[in-house]
């Protein structure tokens, strides 16, 4: 099975310094942080340092860091949370707006928000799968409680345009949320100089533990908890904290920061071989976003007439770990809400592959993915297989 | 060990049966390939939870695969099943017969299905947990598809409908075992699913209500579901049903009491929406039509040469002869040489010669025995 890992977006293999790093502190850091006694005092300094270290990587202050599990936590916290503040406030139906590519951690969530008694609205995309801004102006009249909108796409790459949303945002007195899972280490994320209020990161994605998140929650943002049971985490996040958890996630985050710009530039220029070779071989391919801003690290094709829940597999068999879309739809065979956004029913009938790269890719990587996937396809192809 | 180029697809269902047919093959020393096929949307009936088909079996048959150290992957073939089987099963009993869907989802759905995707995963076989055995012929000729061992278990009935061409490509390894042998071996691995009970119900069907289904499935007020009569073989009107869609020949339950003696139903007209019922010696024929015969042998049938024709799953197959007929151009007339009960339109009719099944086809009609035998019965009429 599976030898060569093309799949980074769905998930990263850990790092060696933080596995270690994680070990050590879960055996040193045993102690509870909100203990009085020596113990407990160790892991709330381990617990702070990792929060001073990850707000300095991300250009924000510590008390702006909330440790939680994992991104779509994250997500939740600040959707259900926002939520939780409108009905304590006194406003019953408030409005959400989130873009039409979100990850189902959002969607989802608006989706349980709305059968609450919320409005949801969808911001369309333009035909290269990025955001109309006069869209984004004229929701915003509407004086929305969040807007949520993802600055990396999970499956196509796209990079939407966060940062003119933000000031938009600002300038509206409108509270924004950024999904910002696929975007940390890979494009520049500079949370100083984009006037957003929340964000949320995995560490899984950048080599880091998992079911470690983080949610930046920008000075001035109010927040309701959407668990209770203790005052960690500012009031926002009850539950006793992971200390060697948070410690492994600030190493993650500062080496990913620290190799960005130059992986960028690896990954990108590997991404491009990967997708030229392929063009030049499967026939009636295309690229997903080509002519979209699209971070480094994914590459999303669509290969005409194979059905479309069997390149995965035929792929994993001949040592290609791949997906077809993110990794939360294996298995479904309808087009996913992102490629249907993008592509409307066209998207029915193209099969649909997504390489990730990320730190441990090689350029070997790449020649056995363009010795295989042509391969591949041709024999389903030659078979008749269609859609 | 390894058995270099042959790589199998493995249907595995998330029952023990199919958990068992991929570590038998696994032990053989094939690269295997476990697959599930996702056949209609589960979640929404959460009554069905427990039958083989559901998410939970997806779970179980990830789990085993995971414990064999092989692949596995979900297919989803919903809008072939649907098409081909749960569209079949309504409109089949909308028409008055009793339709049979496991072999419709085996001779449209699954092994097709199976086949395609195998192939475009690089798979030189497809293997399911069926019990019956493949013999394969030194000769180069097509392989014969035989009964299990296992009588209770065996399942040839449900397999006239493959198409013959794919027989060579057909792995079946629980065949020549009895279905303790196949738990025995569940245990001796180690198989998460070894205790599992067996599957029943229609696996689509929620607790096996079918009028319910059918009342979701069927327009509203379809005349199926519609309130008829109740008539015997005179046309005398004995009372009132209320749907003929809920009635299979052969049943008693449904009809009303006031009859002075066991009424059965022998037909249904759906024409006329009229359920026709008599006494139980009215329910033999003497033989059946099979408007639609697949054939899986090589050669044409011998109008002289004894078969055996099995007309229901879990029956034993009886003694027959067939008209002379040419099986590759549909029909075939089978004669039992002892008149058999409640032959039912819809279901099946497989023919065999002894252990070898040869083909088969829905079952169109009844031959009802002549006249002369069904004189006295005038008993039958309410008092």
Known sequence: MSSVYLDHAAATPLRPEVGEVVTRVSAEAYGNPSSVHGPGRTARALLEEARERVARALDVSPDEVRFVRGGTESINLAILGRFALARAEGRGDPLFVRSAVEHSAVREALDELASLGARVETLPLQSDGTIDLEEVDLVLDASPELVSVQWVNQETGIVLPVPEIADRCHAAGVVLHVDAVQAVGRVKVDPDRTPLNLMSLSAHKLGGPRAMGVLVVRAGTELRPILFGGGQEGGIRPGTEDVAGAVGTALALELALQEREPEALRLSSLRDRLQVGLSGTIEGMRVHGASAPRAPHILSIGVPGLPRDLLPGALDLEGIAISAGSACRSGSTTASPVLRALFGDAAEEIAPVRFSLGRTTTSGDIDAALNTVPRVVERMQALGVGA | ?383
């Open chain 2, 1 to 383: 060990m390894k058995r270099e180029g042959q790589r199998i697809l493995v249907a595995m269902s998330g029952g023990v049966d199919s958990s068992v047919t991929a570590a038998l093959l696994v032990e053989a020393g094939y690269e295997v390939v476990g697959a599930t096929m996702k056949t209609f949307c589960y979640e929404e009936t959460p009554g069905a939870s427990r039958s083989c088909c559901g998410l939970e079996g997806i779970g179980d048959a990830k789990r085993v695969a995971e414990e064999l150290g092989i692949p596995h992957y979900v297919f989803d073939v919903e809008p072939e099943f649907t098409r081909e089987v749960i569209d079949d099963f309504v409109s089949e009993y909308a028409r008055g017969r009793t339709p049979n869907p496991c072999v419709r989802c085996n001779s449209y759905t699954k092994f097709r299905d199976l086949l395609r995707r195998g192939r475009a995963l690089g798979c030189d076989g497809i293997a399911t947990g069926h019990y019956v055995r493949i013999l394969r012929d030194p000769d180069g000729g097509p392989p014969a598809l035989l009964r299990g061992i296992d009588r209770e278990k065996d399942q040839a009935y449900f397999l006239w409908g493959l198409p013959p061409e794919i027989l060579p490509l057909l792995h079946f390894p629980l065949g020549g075992l009895t279905k303790s042998e196949v738990r025995e071996r569940a245990r001796g691995l180690g198989l998460a699913t070894a205790e599992k009970p067996e599957s029943q119900d229609i696996c689509f069907v929620p607790m096996g209500n079918y009028r319910e289904f059918l009342e979701q499935s069927l327009p509203k007020r379809h005349p199926s579901l519609e309130s008829g009569p109740i008539v015997d073989r005179r046309g005398r009107v004995l009372g009132q049903h209320d749907g003929y869609a809920g009635f299979t020949i052969g049943q008693r339950r449904g009809l009303g009491g006031g009859f002075s003696e066991r009424m059965f139903v022998l037909e249904i007209r759906p024409e006329r929406r009229e359920v026709v019922v008599g006494p139980h010696q009215e329910l033999f024929s003497s033989g059946l039509v099979v408007e639609k015969v697949n054939w899986l042998a090589d050669e044409p049938l011998d109008p002289n040469e004894p078969i055996h024709v099995q007309i229901r799953h879990g029956s034993e197959p009886v003694e027959a002869a067939a008209l002379p007929t040419d099986t590759r151009s549909g029909s075939l007339e089978i004669r039992f040489v002892e008149p058999q009960r409640a032959v039912t339109p819809g279901q099946s009719a497989a023919v065999f010669r002894g252990e070898r099944l040869l083909g088969g086809g829905p079952i169109d009609s009844a031959i009802v025995p002549e006249p002369a035998s069904q004189s006295a019965h005038s008993a039958g009429l309410p008092s």
